[in-house]
């Protein structure tokens, strides 16, 4: 299994980035996806979250209304679109894949990503 993560960068305060993460070697359609990110000294915690179909997506209080979870079931992909960056989303961000219905809780997830840096400075 390989979970591909990219278009991470640095941008300024305020600005738009899209991360996505192209996954082979499973079966996409049965698995909900998610993005969590990890600061430097910190855990790694939960950013967004998107079920199997697609019908439902879940947020972290931090970005919600300002970050969008997409997937496409044929291209084997999903994707986070991050609107007005702030500073403390300076992180490297992950997407993962599981089968279970706890889609906020890291251990939950059965495949990782490597990881892809987002910079926002201030």
């Known amino acids: 299994v390989q979970l591909q993560a990219s278009g991470g960068g640095l941008v300024q305060a305020g600005g738009s980035l899209r991360v996505s993460c192209a996954a082979s070697g499973l079966t996409f359609r049965n698995y909900n996806m998610g993005w969590f990110r990890q600061a430097p000294g910190k855990e790694r915690e939960f950013v967004a979250a998107?079920?199997?179909?697609?019908?439902?997506?879940y947020y972290a209080d931090s970005v919600k209304g300002r970050f969008t979870i997409s997937r496409d079931n044929a291209k084997k992909a999903v994707g986070l679109q991050m609107n007005s960056l702030k500073a403390e989303d300076t992180a490297v961000y992950y997407c993962?894949?599981?089968?279970?219905?706890?889609?906020?809780?890291?251990?939950?997830?059965?495949?990782w990503g490597q990881g892809t840096l987002v910079t926002v400075s201030s």
């Open positions: 998107i079920r199997r179909s697609g019908l439902g997506s």
């Open positions: 993962a894949a599981t089968n279970s219905i706890a889609l906020t809780m890291v251990g939950q997830y059965d495949y």
